[in-house]
């Protein structure tokens, strides 16, 4: 996807809104860190926040509803009322947050399903099955 959103100028980074033009998935390093070695070439834009220890990839606004990783909270999506620190293009290594992976004119955002995919092998890979979270049977009377 083309990127059609302001990308910051200068030499500081700036909080822009999740939800406007993106949504962004933070995921934290040790996990984000297989998550795109798994993704390679298909991985678009990724901030490093090296300070939060954490990635963050952007993908289409809307496209993560229904995304279920209540099982790993520590996997969040980030979309409106939610504010994301984006780098200057620039801004290619640390200090602060910096792109691990360049936003560039080609393409900026991951397609939500090839995360999401990458996302859930490599918590099952990292940390074993999860298991699922259900409602505690009901005392009879």
Same mark, same amino acid.
């Given at each position: ?35 795109? $070695?798994?993704?390679?070439? =298909? ?6 926040? @090296?300070?939060? +220890? #954490? /990635? ?17 909270? $520590?996997?969040?999506?980030? =979309? ?6 984006? @780098?200057?293009? +620039? #801004? /290619?290594?640390?200090p ?8 560039t ?14 996302l ?22």
């Amino acid at each position: 996807m083309t990127v059609w959103w302001p990308l910051p100028k200068g030499l500081d980074a700036v909080l822009l809104p999740a939800g406007e033009w993106w949504d962004a998935v933070r995921v934290p390093a040790y996990l984000g860190e297989g998550v795109l $070695a798994r993704l390679g070439t =298909s991985s678009g834009a990724v901030i490093r926040d @090296p300070y939060g +220890s #954490r /990635l963050y990839w952007l993908i289409e606004s809307g496209s993560a509803q229904g995304w279920s990783f209540c099982e790993f909270a $520590a996997v969040q999506v980030l =979309s409106t009322a939610s504010w994301v620190t984006v @780098p200057p293009s +620039s #801004r /290619l290594h640390p200090p602060g947050p910096h792109w691990a992976v360049p936003c560039t004119p080609a393409g900026s955002l991951t397609p939500a399903p090839v995360l999401h995919a990458a996302l859930h092998t490599t918590i099952i890979q990292n940390l074993g099955p999860r298991p699922r979270r259900t409602m505690p049977p009901r005392e009879r009377q």
